[in-house]
């Protein structure tokens, strides 16, 4: 099945580091979302981008989005301590006529103060 | 803010028990999912749930059932449990969406049952 891919799978930084992760994915989508999970917790919404969209801002965080590389990217702007967590894409799929969201295996992001 | 509530957080059974796992939204959404998260497998979709009454196999069903008698309500069922369904169960809810696809709008998830079979 469809599924998004992470990359990188861990990624290590200093704080005020900007910190990069990539999604890809394999056939078209409607939208792509990316979420964090703090360790132990349930996942949390960060951003939705649509597959006509191009680009998105939300306070730090920066999603960029290609559909002809079938990619995304999570930008975290001057990384803090708090931001360490688990990130994940979703991308949504039919399955059987049925429309579900399918997460990739995540990329875990510390960041070191 | 939408509340996603798990019956609870931690979880030990015995193999071969039929256990419940309770999931209530307060938000009134249509949608609601269960998923089960492993190490290094990342989240699998196990159970969908578009509308009352109405449940959809994900890509791991084997195993569980569900039921959605009212709205805010989705319970996962482990009919007989064995030790490979020793995992972190996640449900999530969504508002239908208003346009296009019905998953097109964020999910919120509860803080998951971190399961263990014995």
């Known amino acids: 099945s469809q599924q998004g891919e992470e990359d990188p799978q861990a990624l290590s930084i200093q704080e005020g580091e900007n910190a990069t992760m990539n999604c890809s994915y394999k056939t078209s989508i409607n939208n792509l979302q990316w979420y964090r999970q703090n360790s132990g917790r349930g996942l949390v919404h960060l951003i939705l981008i649509r597959s006509n969209e191009r680009e998105k801002h939300s306070g730090r965080l920066r999603v960029t989005l290609d559909t002809s590389k079938k990619s995304s990217s999570l930008l975290i702007t001057a990384s803090r301590a708090a931001d360490t967590a688990s990130y994940f894409c979703a991308t949504d799929a039919t399955q059987g006529g049925s429309e579900k969201l399918v997460f990739g295996k995540g990329t875990k992001l510390t960041v070191n103060p | 803010d939408v509340k996603v509530t798990q019956s609870s957080r931690y979880l030990v059974k015995r193999t071969g028990e039929k256990v419940f796992l309770e999931c209530v939204q307060d938000?009134?959404?249509?949608?609601m999912f269960w998923y089960r998260q492993d190490p290094g497998l990342g989240l699998r979709l196990i159970y969908f749930s578009y509308d009352v009454k109405m449940k959809e196999k994900g890509d791991i069903p084997e195993g569980y059932s569900v039921s959605r008698e009212k709205k805010e309500r989705f319970s996962l069922i482990l009919e007989s449990a064995s030790t490979n369904q020793t995992s972190m169960y996640l449900c999530?809810?969504?508002?239908?969406?208003?346009?296009?696809?019905?998953?097109?709008?964020?999910?919120?998830f509860g803080n998951g049952t971190r399961l263990t079979v014995t």
């Open positions: 999530a809810s969504s508002p239908v969406g208003i346009i296009g696809p019905r998953v097109n709008s964020p999910l919120h």
């Open positions: 938000m009134d959404h249509e949608n």
